[in-house]
Structure formats: structure tokens, C-alpha cells
């Protein structure tokens, strides 16, 4: 049973390490929870040690088995200051939580891992817990931002073939993709390309894609996580651009296809999610994405190719094992 929880945490993207006496630690920064577990027979004298290099984490719940049961009046024999644990009867099959606590949480989780259901974030519960894709929102601030700045210098909304003399102005005065500029130096435009975009439809385009993908993402990953995949993505697919392109390129559609492959790394890796089909939709969408691509004038499918591949690494290379 013990194995069989702890894979299951694996498959709900909590990261799992081992500690003394075969006690494991599993903590989930998107919800900011920690869960220590280990057997009745090897409590150790205090929690501390183990807890003390998770700054981030502000809330820890001990879940201690009992193999044999325990009688609930031995509980206050062991007392760990600001810990709640959870001590598990496997024989009579009740759940004491010491010290008393109403909370409905670690009962359901410990149903549904017991029984090899993974926990999925999103899932309705009586106490939800709310999670906010803050950096998403920022993200989709900072594009719209930068847009607004560049209309107001003269870009274009709807740009066209007599409007293209100032558009390009604009684009490389902001920093777009320009190979000889970069050549020259300004290897900064890598960077600030993926925040800029050509007229309202090809912002409208990103942003959507951003607000529609970003938070799941953002709680699937980790705040951090998908910040280093979204700024690694769009550089992967500007160096993809400036490698294998000519033209002049922007917008922040090789950090998007970025997260993509992120997502699809994650959801592949736990057999429950796959199976849901969020990973084959996920592959339909990148499939039809890049044929739309090939077909469509004007679109950099190296940035696209370049920001999927990245993304996709930096998942795998982000995922620690256990």
C-alpha cells in the first residue's frame, strides 16, 4: 500500500524524496503543501531537519502508517509543534489526525491514492484550494503592453503592403528578429522578439493561445517552472528563427508551442492524465498548428519547431526524479 500511494503522488506531479528510516517526503509547489510519510515502528523524534530546506513550503501534513493499528489514546505520547499528522490503522482502517483538525483534505487525498487514483489539481473537493495563475495574467499584461507602446509609435492595427515601410520600422526600432542586427550585435532582440507582435490579429492569436494553455500549465508545472520553460521556449524559437530564417520575426507563439511540448511531456509521463486524453489532444493541436504553418504565408514554423523542441527539453531536464 505504501508503494502503491507513493507512485500514485508520483503521477500527480508531487516531487518525492527519500529520507532516514525509509520515511519519504512528497511536496507540490503549486499548492504549496508538503506530506511526509513513513511506518508507525520508525517515527523519528522530530520533523524538523526535514522540513527546514523547503522555505517555500508553508503548510506540512505527516501521514504515519499503522500497520498493526494503534490505539487512539496513545496519540499524545509523541507531540511535534506546528505538524499535523494523520495516523493511518490499516487494520481497522480509521484515520486519527493529531492534534484534532476538521480538515477534509488529507482524508480524500488518502482515498483517492490508496485506491491508485492520482490527485488531479482541479478537481472539486469540499475545500478547494484556489490557485492563481498569476504569472499567465502577467504574461498576457506584459504582450498587450508592449503592443499598445508600439501602436502608439506608429505600428499599425491591421498592417498591409502600403502601411509595411513604418510597421517594419516600428518592429525593429521595439526589437524584432532581424539576423543582421543580431549579427551586429543586438543579440538582446533573441529576447524582447517574443513580446512583440504584428498587428492585432497575430496578437489576439498568441494571447488567446497564452490564456487558454498557460494556466493549466502554470499549475500542472509550478509557478517557476513555467516561467524557465516559457522565457527558454521563446529563445529556443528565436535562435531556431535566426538559424534557419532570413526574415524579419516576432511574437510569442515559440514560447506557447513551448509550454505545448511541456504539457505534453508532463501529461505523458502520468499514464492516468494521458489516458484522459489531454495528451492526444494536445499532439492534434501541435500537429495542426504546424501544417497551418506550412501552408500559410508569412508564419515562422522554424521559431515554432524551435520553441516545441526546447520546451519539451526543458520539462524533461526541470522533472527531478525521484
Known sequence: MFEQIINSLSQSGWKLVDLEGKWVSATHESLNRGLILGNLSELPTE????????????????????????????????????????????????????????DPLIPRWLKQ???????FLGEKSPQKISFQPYLTYTLIGLNLIYFLIMVYAGLHLFPNASTETIDQGVLIQFGAKVNTLI???????????????????????NLYALWALGPLTEESLGHRKFLLIYILSGLGGSIA????????????SGAIFGLLGALLYYSYKRPALWKSGLGMNLVVVILVNLG?????????????????????????LLSKKR
Not at 491514492?113 to 490527485?119: E, F, H, R, V
Not at 543579440?187 to 490579429?201: A, E, N
Not at 508569412?298 to 519539451?312: K, Y
Open 241 to 252: 528563427s535566426f538559424v534557419f530564417s532570413t526574415a524579419l520575426s516576432a511574437g510569442a
Open 47 to 102: 520533523f524538523t531537519e526535514w522540513i527546514r530546506p523547503y522555505n517555500d513550503i508553508s503548510k506540512w501534513d505527516v501521514l504515519v502508517f499503522c500497520p498493526e493499528g494503534i490505539d487512539s489514546s496513545h496519540l499524545k505520547q509523541r507531540r511535534f509543534p506546528d505538524i499535523q499528522l494523520w495516523y493511518w490503522d490499516m487494520l481497522r482502517g480509521n484515520l486519527f489526525p493529531f492534534p484534532p483538525t476538521n
Open 292 to 316: 497551418f504553418g506550412l501552408v500559410q504565408p508569412g508564419i515562422d514554423n522554424f521559431a515554432h519547431l524551435g520553441g516545441l523542441i526546447t520546451g519539451t527539453v526543458s520539462c524533461v
Open 113 to 119: 491514492l490508496a485506491s491508485g487514483k492520482p490527485i
Open 183 to 205: 549579427q551586429a550585435g543586438g543579440v538582446w532582440r533573441l529576447f524582447t522578439s517574443t513580446f512583440i507582435h504584428i498587428g492585432i490579429i497575430h496578437l489576439i492569436f
